[in-house]
């Protein structure tokens, strides 16, 4: 009698604090990689280094559940490319574009999120989607006004991989749900080898030179940050997604953007403008409002 309280408030506590661990880590991961890259590793070979370790484990991991690639072998493969894409394009962004403004387009993916539900799945958003979605277009809107054309549009590279890679996130999230009965290690097996496919097509078709100027402890940092950190993270939101209502840990989830936003003021001299605030604080609270009400998975950043 006496354990059985503890054991209880141990079993509940513990997959928040895995998931707002993996939250920070998604948060401030772009300052490991922006490391990485001054030692003479490009962002594409990083892309590739770090899930290619988390890959390989990833065989592993997914081995018992192997005969289910057959079962739904056309939207496994969809989750691999649309993942492939978004890790991709969101390292990019991270490494060439403002921190806190790439993480809050990329976190308009619970409007994307709801239009693809709506026309794909044929799920009509209830009042409080259509809110979020509101809000959320309108934090778009201000975040993206651009004074010289006088309409919002993305302003550089960054911008567009940012918000396609939060695409890219939704579809991702929409084709898992579809495969609810698959299990999450497969999933998360299929998700990291999507992104060495396409960030070695990436590769390929940028003629991005191999980083013969890399250190040894690049080279090493990015593979301890693929097989520690992409693995790990990957697998605590898995974890966490698993031992909680839904809605609940796309909310602890959300602690991404805190992460982020301090870290970035706290490690660079990148700055936030007041408008740029209130269309993130928007899109922010379209987000929390959306995953209430929602029931997205999420496997990965």
Do not use: C
Not at 185 to 210: E, M, N
Not at 232 to 261: C, D, N, Q, W
Request: proline letters at 5%; aromatic letters at 12%; a positive charge.
């Amino acid at each position: 009698m006496t354990n059985t309280l503890p054991s209880s408030k141990t079993a509940s506590i513990l997959p928040v604090l895995i998931l707002l661990w993996a939250a920070t880590f998604w948060g401030v991961v772009w300052y490991p990689l922006r490391l990485l890259e001054q030692a003479g590793l490009a962002g594409l070979w990083t892309t590739w280094i770090i899930f290619t370790t988390a890959a390989v484990p990833g065989i592993w991991l997914a081995w018992p559940s192997r005969r289910e690639l057959s079962q739904q072998p056309g939207l496994l493969l969809f989750i691999a490319l649309t993942n492939g894409w978004l890790n991709t394009a969101f390292v990019l962004a991270i490494l060439h574009g403002n921190v806190v403004r790439v993480l809050l387009l990329f976190y308009l993916s619970p409007l994307w999120s709801i239009l693809l539900a709506w026309f794909w799945l044929r799920e009509r958003p209830s009042a409080t989607g259509i809110f979020a979605l509101v809000m959320a277009m309108t934090g778009a809107m201000i975040m993206l006004w651009n004074p010289n054309l006088g309409f919002p549009w993305p302003q550089d590279t960054s911008d567009w991989l940012a918000i396609s890679s939060g695409m890219g996130f939704s579809f991702s999230n929409v084709a898992v749900r579809r495969l609810r009965h698959l299990s999450s290690p497969l999933k998360a097996a299929v998700a990291w080898w999507g992104v060495v496919f396409i960030s070695g097509i990436w590769l390929i078709f940028s003629q991005t030179p191999l980083p013969h100027n890399a250190t040894l402890t690049a080279w090493g940092g990015a593979i301890l940050l693929g097989g520690l950190g992409i693995f790990s993270a990957t697998l605590a939101v898995v974890y966490g997604v698993a031992k909680m209502p839904i809605h609940r840990s796309a909310t602890i989830l959300l602690f991404e953007l805190i992460a982020g936003a301090l870290s970035s003021q706290w490690l660079t001299n990148e700055i936030v403008t007041a408008m740029e605030w209130f269309g993130g604080g928007l899109i922010m609270i379209a987000g929390y409002v959306s995953v209430r009400t929602g029931k997205n998975e999420h496997l990965v950043p």
